[in-house]
């Protein structure tokens, strides 16, 4: 042991309780039993504990002895760990809150509290904080139920995220209260596999007042599974974003798609990716000056369209390249179809193109530089050709067009807004209704604007499909909560919100751009964590963040109660098993198993045996 220093506690201190079977109050002792523990308060000890059993010989419901241990100790440490509650609520902690990394983790542990723990320590314990707080969250389920029903209900957030898909995550929300009430890892997205998880959550914390889910194939039908299955009339909304995401794909995915290929292919950018290298070679040493010299130029706009020579001069044709290639610029930060990123990379090509043009109006005097010009011209000019560029970014910027019309009148410009107000909503419903109708006065019956229609038809079958998913968001109140009217949230915005926290936290912590391995590895109940974040569900599963360790012994005391009262084991999460039955994609739990030496050796073995001869 490093330091067996602090603990003080009287680990051979007879009960002072009576015997639970006989009220009998005489003790003899059983066995004396050492420990090697750690905890935040006494750092790492040693400690012999003294067990005593009734001298009456008494049994417990369950046939075993019984037996005191020494409350110091059971409520300090967790069962079969040497490691106390508060040193796994700390790991916890720092690991899904604050996102430190293993090393980060041990290093506090080491310099702020004197305590050592492998790296299987750690992983242990971040596993099991995030077991201890699943099962601290669903023993709470009635009080966080209680809750929910005064506020007159809870909208379920219902999404799913993976990551190239897989290790997909699937989270019940309650909107509202922004909490979140289940999270499951199912093998695949489909309804029969999210149908247990909804199930599971209404039984735990009563029926939602409205849902609002994506336009998934997997979530659609698992939602309407739930209501119908349950009985429910409530709304079931569809998320604007996800809706107008949807619309936006089938608008304008092609042609983006085709861009992008023809950028491929012809290598506009590569080609210029190179010219500014080389040209920045060319600048070597003198860069700084050369920066110096781009800014000046920038500031002679009266100056005619000319390019500087010397060394200015290919500064400038390296920063009108460096320009053209920083189309990431124009986005907004939404993804594809909100952004366009080949529609803005090809806005660029043809503004440097003509750009390039009016500096070769009046050619630089340096050979050089005019040379440099030149080539970026060439390089540019691809884009120029009426087809296949200019047609098809007239097309799509058509497109886009019509898509950003509807977008303004879902008003949903940027990060949806959370003040929406009834009169909001209504106002919006009665614009789309109106734009609609335009649409259908704007759809060319006939002629060559056959673009045009195909895309007006792409939006009202949109709207057939799933405009009565659209509308509904202002839930009554129940008159014992007071009446009134709450509206729902127009946008799973909340979920997805959530899911960039753990996708970037992760990130942040991993140091990886790609997150496959690390969702994957994600418990499920991960997702719960954060609900630590919320002062109102903390209040309810255990007071306050400092009482989380408290809790958690709690949770184990009364296990071991019931256990002795002979009452059987708290009922086991069958969801998860039906989330990993076998589909087309091998899960996280069975390829640990499958993709073993051990059976592939088995497997190759079997493979090379013979048969055996037949017997005659
Ligand atoms: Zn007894």
């Given at each position: 042991m490093a330091s067996t220093a602090g603990i003080s506690v009287a680990v051979r201190e007879p009960p002072s309780d009576p015997c639970p079977v006989c009220s009998g109050n005489e003790w003899r002792v059983q066995k004396s039993v050492p420990h090697l523990g750690k905890s935040l308060t006494h750092g790492q000890f040693a400690a012999r504990e003294t067990v005593h059993y009734c001298a009456n010989g008494c049994r417990h419901p369950n046939g075993n002895l019984v037996t005191r241990r020494q409350a110091a100790l059971t409520d300090l440490l967790v069962p079969r760990r040497s490691v106390s509650y508060d040193v796994m609520v700390f790991v916890g902690r720092k690991r899904f809150l604050e996102r430190y990394q293993r090393e980060e983790i041990r290093t506090a542990l080491r310099h702020e509290y004197g305590i050592t723990v492998s790296t299987g320590e750690l992983s242990d314990l971040m596993k099991r904080f995030v077991a201890y707080l699943a099962r601290l969250h669903g023993s709470?389920?009635?009080?966080?139920?209680?809750?929910?029903?005064?506020?007159?209900?809870?909208?379920?957030?219902?999404?799913?995220?993976?990551?190239?898909?897989?290790?997909?995550?699937?989270?019940?929300?309650?909107?509202?209260?922004?909490?979140?009430?289940?999270?499951?890892?199912?093998?695949?997205?489909?309804?029969?596999?999210?149908?247990?998880?909804?199930?599971?959550?209404?039984?735990?914390?009563?029926?939602?007042?409205?849902?609002?889910?994506?336009?998934?194939?997997?979530?659609?039908?698992a939602i309407a599974g739930l209501v119908e299955e349950l009985g429910l009339s409530i709304p079931v909304l569809a998320c604007h974003q996800h809706f107008l995401a949807d619309v936006g794909r089938d608008l304008l995915k092609p042609s983006h798609g085709t861009l992008c290929e023809l950028f491929k292919r012809t290598k506009v950018r590569s080609k210029l990716r190179d010219l500014v290298r080389e040209l920045g070679r060319k600048l070597g040493k003198s860069i700084e000056k050369a920066r110096e010299a781009v800014r000046d130029w920038q500031q002679m706009a009266g100056a005619g369209h000319r390019v500087p020579s010397g060394l200015?001069?290919?500064?400038?044709?390296?920063?009108?390249?460096?320009?053209?290639?920083?189309?990431?610029?124009?986005?907004?930060?939404?993804?594809?179809?909100?952004?366009?990123?080949?529609?803005?990379?090809?806005?660029?090509?043809?503004?440097?193109?003509?750009?390039?043009?009016?500096?070769?109006?009046?050619?630089?005097?340096?050979?050089?530089?005019?040379?440099?010009?030149?080539?970026?011209?060439?390089?540019?000019?691809?884009?120029?050709?009426?087809?296949?560029?200019?047609?098809?970014?007239?097309?799509?910027?058509?497109r886009?067009?019509?898509?950003?019309?509807?977008?303004?009148?879902?008003?949903?410009?940027?990060?949806?807004?959370?003040?929406?107000?009834?009169?909001?909503?209504?106002?919006?419903?009665?614009?789309?209704?109106?734009?609609?109708?335009?649409?259908?006065?704007?759809?060319?019956?006939?002629?060559?604007?056959?673009?045009?229609?195909?895309?007006?038809?792409?939006i009202l079958k949109h709207i057939e499909d799933h405009g009565e998913n659209l509308w509904g968001h202002a839930i009554p109140l129940p008159e014992a909560v007071g009446g009134g009217v709450r509206l729902v949230s127009r946008t799973n915005f909340l979920l997805e919100n959530r899911f960039k926290h753990i996708k970037h936290g992760e990130r942040r912590r991993s140091g990886?751009?790609?997150?496959?391995?690390?969702?994957?590895?994600?418990?499920?109940?991960?997702?719960?964590?954060?609900?630590?974040?919320?002062?109102?569900?903390?209040?309810?599963?255990?007071?306050?963040?400092?009482?989380?360790?408290?809790?958690?012994?709690?949770?184990?005391?009364?296990?071991?109660?019931?256990?002795?009262?002979?009452?059987?084991?708290?009922?086991?999460?069958?969801?998860?098993?039906?989330?990993?039955?076998?589909?087309?994609?091998?899960?996280?739990?069975?390829?640990?198993?499958?993709?073993?030496?051990?059976?592939?050796?088995?497997?190759?073995?079997?493979?090379?045996?013979?048969?055996?001869?037949?017997?005659?």
């Open positions: 709470r389920s009635e009080a966080l139920k209680a809750a929910l029903t005064s506020d007159g209900g809870w909208p379920m957030h219902v999404d799913a995220t993976g990551e190239h898909g897989r290790g997909t995550l699937f989270v019940v929300m309650a909107g509202w209260r922004r909490w979140v009430l289940g999270a499951w890892k199912p093998a695949t997205e489909n309804a029969e596999l999210l149908l247990p998880c909804l199930r599971q959550t209404v039984q735990r914390f009563g029926a939602p007042c409205a849902a609002m889910r994506d336009l998934g194939r997997a979530v659609t039908p200015a001069g290919l500064a400038v044709v390296r920063a009108i390249g460096q320009w053209t290639l920083d189309y990431p610029a124009d986005a907004s930060g939404l993804d594809f179809p909100f952004d366009r990123p080949y529609l803005d990379l090809y806005e660029r090509c043809r503004v440097a193109l003509r750009a390039t043009d009016a500096f070769l109006r009046t050619p630089p005097q340096d050979r050089k530089v005019a040379s440099a010009l030149k080539r970026l011209r060439r390089r540019l000019l691809p884009v120029a050709s009426e087809v296949p560029f200019r047609q098809l970014a007239e097309r799509l910027r058509r886009a067009a019509l898509f950003d019309e509807m977008r303004g009148v879902l008003r949903l410009a940027a990060e949806p807004r959370e003040d929406d107000t009834e009169q909001d909503l209504a106002h919006m419903r009665r614009r789309l209704d109106e734009w609609v109708a335009s649409l259908e006065e704007r759809r060319p019956q006939r002629g060559p604007a056959q673009d045009i229609r195909e895309a007006i038809d792409v990886r751009r790609i997150l496959t391995k690390d969702l994957e590895d994600l418990p499920a109940d991960a997702a719960l964590v954060d609900n630590l974040t919320l002062d109102d569900y903390v209040e309810i599963v255990c007071g306050s963040l400092d009482q989380l360790p408290k809790a958690f012994a709690q949770l184990d005391r009364e296990q071991r109660e019931q256990q002795l009262n002979g009452m059987p084991p708290p009922e086991v999460d069958d969801v998860e098993s039906v989330l990993q039955i076998a589909t087309a994609s091998l899960s996280t739990p069975d390829r640990r198993v499958v993709r073993t030496r051990a059976m592939d050796r088995r497997m190759l073995a079997a493979a090379g045996s013979r048969a055996p001869k037949p017997q005659i």
